[in-house]
């Protein structure tokens, strides 16, 4: 019904960019929040970044000043533009989706994870 596809991750050097970019398909009414979350081995998942339908946003504080989430509504994708990139910024990070149906119910879907890794 619906599919979240990740890209744009990757190796880069510490003090690197990267942009993730997550695209939502399929019987989309509406979305309201999307986020990135990312799980490094041995740690629990975590929000990095979320950002409603009216454009406010949320971030961690670990990655507040390096990390800017943004989304073009049109398109139904999010982006994540990560620069400042430090060895502990490598994880696995996932997108998210709080939407609607046009069935009319609201579920809350994940991407499949891309991998972004940081080091020399």
């Known amino acids: 019904q619906v599919q979240l596809v990740e890209s744009g991750g990757g190796l880069v050097q510490p003090g690197g960019s990267l942009r993730l970019s997550c695209a939502a398909s399929?019987?989309?009414?509406?979305?309201?929040?999307m986020g990135w979350y990312r799980q490094a081995p041995g740690k629990q998942r975590e929000l990095v970044a979320a950002v409603t339908s009216g454009g406010s946003t949320n971030y961690a504080a670990s990655v507040k000043g390096r990390f800017f989430i943004s989304r073009d509504n049109a398109k139904n994708t999010v982006y994540l533009q990560m620069n400042s990139l430090k060895p502990e910024d490598t994880a696995v990070y996932y997108c998210?989706?709080?939407?609607?149906?046009?069935?009319?119910?609201?579920?809350?879907?994940w991407g499949q994870g891309t991998q972004v890794t940081v080091s020399s």
């Open positions: 998210n989706a709080d939407l609607q149906l046009f069935s009319g119910r609201r579920y809350d879907y």
């Open positions: 399929g019987s989309i009414f509406s979305i309201y929040a």
